[in-house]
Each structure stands twice: as structure tokens, then as C-alpha cells.
């Protein structure tokens, strides 16, 4: 079946510096999608990357889509404490969405 | 706020017991989602409803079931509970069933098996 992978699985970052976390699909998706889960909290939606390559912006969050669209990626510029949590991707393909196991993302003051 | 509401937040029960979660989804959508996620873990997907008929099963134990009634709001059902089922279990809500639709998420029940 689909599995999809995350790594790193933790993030350690100090505050004001760029990570990137990534995504990695067995199976070609027809889309991917990513959500943030705050500590004690549930996952958010954050944003949905269809077409092959595509890159999307929210805010200090990059957001891509592989060319092969088996891949994404979602690199933070000047981490924030705010950015604290897990982020989760998940592929959609054959009419389910599977999750990666998340980054965890810790920062450092 | 996602609009997906889940009852109870805690709870707290022995082995060997039967609990019942409950989820009312986003007011339009029709599918909704079970996840299971244990102490910093990831999603696990358990089931998926659309519009009362089960759509899609994950790694759900014989021991755990579902159901969505007419009104949309959905149940699921934990019995003979170990103390490996303790864990948080979300539901999710989504407009369609079709793959790639963006789910909400609920508050989650945080489920203690003791």
C-alpha cells in the first residue's frame, strides 16, 4: 500500500534561522496536503499543492510540490517560537489521503 | 475553531470496558474520519464514513467500530479495551469523500485505559 514518509522526524532549530521538512511518497499522489498540530492541540489545515511543481507561500511557510508529484517539501525562514509543533503531510492518492509521520519541531530561543 | 465537535474530551476507563466517542462534523460535510494518535505519535487511520456508508477502512482492531447516522454525526465504538488503546482519537469532517479533500479536525477525546 501507500506509505509516506517525513524526515527528520525532529527539528531542532534556533529561533530566527530556516528549516525545511520533507515529504516522500511510495506512490505518485494527485495532490498533497499539509497540517500543523500545536502541542496539546489537533491538526490544522494548512494549505493543498495539486499541479506538478507547484510552489505556494504563506507568510515565513514555503510550500512545494515535486515535478514527479511523489515529493513535497515545506521549508519556515526565520523560525519563530510560534512555529512550534508537529507538521503533517498527507498524500492523496487512490481515493485516500495517507499522513507521513510528522517533524516535530522544537525552537530554541 | 474547525466547527467539528467531539464528546467527551476525557475519559477515563478500566480494561475490558466499552467507551462510545462521539463526532458532529463541519455543518455541509459529509465525510468523516477516525484517527487514533498515541503519545507523539503520528495519525493512524482508523475509518471513513460518507454519507452513512463506510467508505474506507484503516487499521481498525475488530475490537473498535463505526457508525454515521442519518443526521451525519458519527460514532465510534471501542470495546474490550486494553491499556494499548489509550491514546487520543481525533475525527475529522471533509466536504466529499474524494481523495485530496482537506479535512478539519476536532478537539480530539483523549481516551485513559487504566
Known amino acids: 500500500g501507500q506509505q509516506v514518509m517525513q524526515i527528520p522526524q525532529y527539528q531542532h532549530v534556533q529561533e530566527g534561522e530556516d528549516f525545511t521538512t520533507y515529504c516522500n511518497s511510495s506512490t505518485t499522489l494527485s495532490n498533497i496536503q499539509w497540517y500543523k498540530q500545536r502541542p496539546g492541540g489537533h491538526p490544522v489545515f494548512l494549505i493543498q499543492?495539486?499541479?506538478?511543481?507547484e510552489v505556494k507561500k504563506q507568510k515565513r511557510l514555503t510550500f512545494q510540490f515535486g515535478e514527479a508529484k511523489k515529493n513535497s517539501s515545506l521549508h519556515i525562514t526565520a523560525t519563530q517560537t510560534t512555529d512550534v509543533g508537529t507538521y503533517f503531510c498527507g498524500g492523496a492518492a487512490g481515493n485516500k489521503l495517507t499522513f507521513g509521520g510528522g517533524t516535530r519541531v522544537l525552537v530554541k530561543p | 475553531d474547525s466547527g467539528v465537535t467531539q464528546t467527551p474530551k476525557h475519559l477515563i476507563t478500566a480494561t475490558g470496558q466499552r467507551v462510545t466517542l462521539r463526532c458532529s462534523p463541519r455543518s455541509g460535510d459529509l465525510s468523516v474520519y477516525w484517527y487514533q494518535q498515541s503519545l507523539d505519535q503520528g495519525l493512524q487511520f482508523l475509518i471513513q464514513y460518507y454519507n452513512g456508508e463506510e467508505r474506507a477502512k484503516g487499521n481498525i482492531l475488530e475490537r473498535f467500530s463505526a457508525q454515521q447516522f442519518p443526521d451525519l454525526h458519527s460514532e465510534l465504538n471501542l470495546s474490550s479495551l486494553e491499556l494499548g488503546d489509550s491514546a487520543l482519537y481525533f475525527c475529522?469532517?471533509?466536504?466529499?469523500?474524494?481523495?485530496?479533500?482537506?479535512?478539519?479536525f476536532g478537539p480530539g477525546t483523549r481516551l485513559l485505559v487504566l
Open positions: 499543492l495539486v499541479k506538478s511543481g
Open positions: 475529522a469532517s471533509s466536504l466529499s469523500g474524494t481523495e485530496g479533500t482537506p479535512q478539519y
